[in-house]
């Protein structure tokens, strides 16, 4: 049986807490440290989230009487505590490239839910089901640090979570040539509830913030191929996307239109969506979903509301797939953005590197 320590960097924020609860009862993680701004620093878990908890499940009890250390002055302490963290701040991108470093540099290795470190060539930007491999470049990423057990491994954005995986099985069966993606994200994903964003009620906020550019970028790096130690992105498909804001509290759903080289049959896909597998299920990691793509039938499927819980909130819900007149194929998928899209992403992705002896 597995056996770590574990800290959580952000840990009063909306995916801290996220990860707060995912961990409470891990076979493999067990919670040791608290970490936050100075603000929060010196004061007991409990105390500081009373009436800021927004997770459904009550705060674990086991960190209640856990007292936050400041994430920046406090990792002497941390490196004592913990054997790796999870890390997601609110704070200016350097500031996080800089705390995310120290960390590393201190041989205490970070899963982060950030984007400071996304584009650096030798940190993984790991999906375990679709790129695994990309673990490889931790090895340069270890000398250029300096390291000897300490590394950056990254989570991609949220908003690419439910079509990358769609389109992954497809992409060099078929030669995936173009993409276009309108994704229509929930308000958790700006650490929102519908109590402190009164004005997303009855409306849709058609901007959000760098996200296109994420969303356009980031599956690059994710198909890209590892070529000494480093990460070079794919040069295709052709992506673009619009990326709005809409009245769900959880759930990212995206509507995708896409061409290839050898236009697949829809029985096709939908047979390829069925029986697709990767490292995750192979390995029988304790967070990953049996089935990580699922298909609906039904014409009004997948919804939110209906379809983000599905297989904990880590499998990618699809549905209304047919030929379409511009593209080759359409579809609509959905995937649950905090736990997929962050906290339980973070999470699969260290049980992966654990189950690789990247934690050891
Ligand atoms: N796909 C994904 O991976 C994904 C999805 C959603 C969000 N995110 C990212 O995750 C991060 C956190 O998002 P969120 O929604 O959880 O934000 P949030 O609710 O605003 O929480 C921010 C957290 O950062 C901490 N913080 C702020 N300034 C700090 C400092 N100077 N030093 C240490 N900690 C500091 C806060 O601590 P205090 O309470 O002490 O201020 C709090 O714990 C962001 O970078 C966001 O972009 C990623």
Redesign the pocket.
Known sequence: MKNYRVGI????????QRFATLLENHPWFHVTAL???E??AGKKYGELMAGRWLMKTPLPAAMADMVLLD??KDIEKMKELVDFVFC????PKN??KALEEAYAKAEIPVVS???ANRGADDVPMIVPELNAGHIAVIEAQRKRLGTRRGFIAV????SLQSYVPALHPLKDRFGLKKVLACTYQAIS?A?KTFETFPDIVDNVIPYIGGEEEKSELEPLKIWGHVENGHIVNAESPAITTQCLRVPVSDGHTAAVFASFEKKPEIEEIKKIWAEFKGPAQELALPSAPKQFLHYFEEADRPQPKLDRDLEGGMAVSIGRLRPDSQYDIKFVCLSH??LR??AG??VLMAELLAAKGYMD
């Open positions: 960097i952000g840990a009063t924020g909306m995916v801290g970490a936050a701004s603000r929060s994430a920046s997601a701040v609110n704070m500031e996080i839910n950030n984007s989570k991609s954005n949220c994903g650490g953005n905090t899209g962050a992403g973070a």
